[in-house]
């Protein structure tokens, strides 16, 4: 099976839970566009939102590239909560793995994403957030691909 989540063009829908450290699950709802250039780099924009409650939304933007035939990649990311961002993802046969370190920041923030393909319209993600060594938050969702 092939993934299609990143290595292609598309705009997949969000759907899941988020957790804080000592929190219930509040809902999480958003949207990833992916697009594709010639030269092998990509970009990814991510924007969540959560119904019901009084949390600010977190927008997301990577910019990375992976070579024809690769399987492991390196991104930049803009998040609107942690500032700039330094990333590594693999391809893996069933998953999509991406961790990452918040740039110049002394509270030593990092996290990590593992994206799941269950078919080619759609995957599982599970992602967290950590402090130094301690899980902060951590979100659960599922991703549909939007048909054209």
């Given at each position: 099976m092939?993934?299609?989540?990143l ?47 009084d ?94």
């Amino acid at each position: 099976m092939a993934q299609t989540f990143l290595l292609e063009p598309g705009r997949w829908i969000i759907q899941g839970n988020w957790l804080e450290r000592n929190g219930m699950p509040i809902s999480v709802k958003g949207m990833t566009l992916v697009v594709w250039n010639r030269d092998n780099w990509f970009s990814m924009a991510t924007k969540l939102t959560f119904p019901g409650s009084d949390r600010s939304e977190i927008s997301l933007r990577y910019r990375g590239r992976l070579d024809d035939g690769e399987r492991q990649y390196t991104y930049l990311l803009e998040h609107n909560l942690l500032g700039k961002i330094e990333g590594e993802g693999w391809i893996c046969p069933d998953t999509i793995v991406q961790r990452y370190w918040v740039l110049g920041d002394r509270e030593r923030r990092s996290g990590f994403e593992t994206l799941h393909r269950i078919s080619d319209d759609t995957y599982y993600l599970t992602s967290g957030i950590l402090t130094g060594h301690f899980l902060t938050s951590t979100m659960e969702a599922s991703l549909e691909r939007q048909q054209k």
